[in-house]
C-alpha cells in the first residue's frame, strides 16, 4: 500500500511553485487532489496522509538544500515499515 500511495503522489502530481495563499489551512490535501499540483511540502503531506489513512505511522521531514546560487527549504516523508524501521 505504501509503495502505491508513493506512486500515485509521483506519478498523478506535477510538481511546481504553489502559491500558498490559494490553499485552506483546513484542507491542504483537498487542494492538492482537487489542482493535480504540488511541490515538495504539499506532495510530502499527501503521501503522510495516505500512510496515517492506511494505519502507517508517517511524519515530515524539513530541511534545507544548500545550493550556492539558489538555496531553500526541503520536505520529505519518512514512513514506519515494522521489518525496517523509519525510512524515506
Not at 28 to 40: E, K, R, S, T, Y
Not at 55 to 84: C, F, M, Q, S
Request: aromatic fraction near 14%.
Amino acid at each position: 500500500a505504501v509503495r502505491a500511495f508513493w506512486t500515485y503522489v509521483m506519478e498523478a502530481l506535477k510538481c511546481g511553485a504553489i502559491h500558498y495563499d490559494q490553499i485552506s489551512p483546513d484542507a491542504p490535501c483537498d487542494w492538492v487532489l482537487d489542482a493535480g499540483w504540488c511541490d515538495c511540502q504539499l506532495g510530502a503531506s499527501l503521501f503522510i496522509a495516505l500512510c496515517r489513512a492506511w494505519g502507517a505511522p508517517a511524519r515530515l521531514i524539513g530541511g534545507h538544500l544548500l545550493y550556492r546560487k539558489a538555496p531553500t527549504n526541503h520536505y520529505l516523508a519518512e514512513v514506519w515499515l515494522e521489518d525496517r524501521g523509519w525510512g524515506p
